[in-house]
């Protein structure tokens, strides 16, 4: 098994790739999606987030309201440290989960938003980085996503720089042009995880897209 970590900065198109890798074979972990599954109704999650935060962050239907929760969290770095603290150890117990039912030859894919800040590299074989420009990915936010420019930046500075997460990098797949270039560079470094081994402790580099 080789345990993939993939990540990339909002609007990177880190999406777009973990559906390319699917599509080749690979078992994608999804953190995000796991994230929503364990404070959904009825989990153990969910009533932990209503004693931390209150049932003021609960919807009408009894659901976590997100954007009330994020407007409180993300307005006060204690109060997201105790977000991460109850829903991180359940997102990690799940993916582990996910990770142990792959077969023993799988390229296990965990999509990881948050990966270089967390300091997550080392619990992965691999880390492929979904590379753009800041440029790049702000006028994606806004014209695809239809976020203010405000509201964009203050979601990139929430993360981790360009040049942190390229350092935590073993490949990169380079998504700074047009959709079509995409796939190509996703094959190859599909390929080149085929072909990795845990086992002999060596680890690919690989930058812009193969190049």
Same mark, same amino acid.
């Given at each position: 098994?080789?345990?993939?970590?993939? $990540?990339?900065?909002?609007?990177?198109?880190?999406?777009?790739?973990?559906?390319?890798?699917?599509?080749?074979?690979?078992?994608? *972990?999804?953190?995000?999606?796991?994230? /929503? =599954?364990? *404070?959904? !109704?009825?989990?153990?999650?969910?009533?932990?987030?209503?004693? =931390?935060?209150? =049932?003021?962050?609960?919807?009408?239907?009894?659901? %976590?309201?997100?954007?009330?929760?994020?407007?409180?969290?993300?307005?006060?770095? $204690?109060?997201?440290?105790?977000?991460?603290?109850?829903?991180?150890?359940?997102?990690?117990?799940?993916?582990a989960e996910l990770e142990a039912a792959a077969g023993p030859d799988s390229v296990v894919v965990h999509?990881?938003?948050?990966?270089?800040?967390?300091? %997550?590299? !080392?619990? #992965?074989? *691999?880390?492929? *980085?979904?590379?753009? &420009?800041?440029?790049t990915r702000l006028r994606r936010l806004v014209a695809l996503r239809g976020m203010a420019e405000a509201?964009?930046?203050?979601?990139?500075?929430?993360? &981790?720089?360009?040049?942190?997460r390229l350092a935590v990098a073993d490949l990169v797949i380079d998504n700074d042009g047009p959709l =079509?270039?995409?796939? !190509?560079?996703?094959?190859?470094?599909?390929?080149?995880?085929?072909? #990795?081994? !845990?086992?002999?402790? $060596? /680890?690919?580099?690989?930058?812009?897209?193969?190049?």
């Amino acid at each position: 098994m080789v345990k993939v970590g993939l $990540t990339g900065g909002i609007g990177a198109g880190k999406s777009a790739v973990s559906a390319l890798f699917a599509e080749l074979g690979a078992v994608v *972990v999804d953190a995000d999606l796991i994230a /929503r =599954e364990v *404070v959904a !109704p009825g989990t153990e999650g969910l009533a932990a987030v209503v004693a =931390e935060f209150g =049932e003021v962050v609960l919807a009408a239907d009894g659901s %976590l309201d997100r954007p009330k929760l994020g407007a409180i969290v993300f307005a006060d770095a $204690t109060r997201l440290a105790a977000l991460n603290a109850i829903v991180h150890p359940l997102v990690g117990r799940r993916s582990a989960e996910l990770e142990a039912a792959a077969g023993p030859d799988s390229v296990v894919v965990h999509d990881v938003p948050l990966l270089a800040e967390n300091g %997550l590299a !080392p619990l #992965y074989d *691999v880390v492929v *980085v979904v590379d753009a &420009a800041d440029e790049t990915r702000l006028r994606r936010l806004v014209a695809l996503r239809g976020m203010a420019e405000a509201d964009a930046r203050a979601r990139m500075a929430a993360q &981790a720089t360009r040049e942190a997460r390229l350092a935590v990098a073993d490949l990169v797949i380079d998504n700074d042009g047009p959709l =079509e270039r995409l796939a !190509p560079q996703v094959r190859e470094v599909w390929g080149k995880l085929q072909a #990795y081994r !845990p086992e002999a402790g $060596t /680890r690919s580099t690989v930058t812009d897209g193969g190049n």
